[in-house]
């Protein structure tokens, strides 16, 4: 069984930054061919793809529209761990964000192609 726990959340300004970060437990032998995602869940709003990373030796990283240039995802395979780098934040970046893992190593932004999902953590940017 694998555990994703994602933490790193918090109140911040706009135009200011935070890291999340999410660590997978269980199988992590395999963490490297993981494919991991990050998600979002605004007030109101259904859940929607923020960025995702591929396993393996390519790790190539794409994101949605509405935050690329702005975010940036990286994974450190010693540690099991993602991350999510979050630059000049914006009032519309709040939301509950989830880190989402796959023993598919492939490109999706599909909610159905991650199994494993953390808990959630709240992202609140103030105006």
């Known amino acids: 069984q694998v555990q994703v726990v994602d933490t790193g959340g918090g109140l911040v300004q706009a135009g200011g930054s935070l890291r999340l970060s999410c660590a997978v437990s269980g199988r992590t032998s395999t963490f490297s061919n993981y494919a991991m995602g990050w998600f979002r869940r605004a007030p109101g709003k259904e859940r929607e793809f923020v960025g995702a990373i591929r396993g393996g030796s390519v790790r190539s990283t794409y994101y949605a529209d509405s935050v690329k240039g702005r975010f940036t995802i990286s994974r450190d395979n010693v540690k099991s761990t993602l991350y999510l780098q979050m630059n000049n934040l914006k009032p519309e970046d709040t939301a509950v964000y989830y880190c989402?893992?796959?023993?598919?190593?492939?490109?999706?932004?599909?909610?159905?192609?991650?199994?494993?999902w953390g808990q959630g953590t709240q992202v609140t940017v103030s105006s």
């Open positions: 989402a893992a796959s023993d598919r190593n492939a490109d999706s932004i599909l909610e159905t192609f991650y199994p494993y």
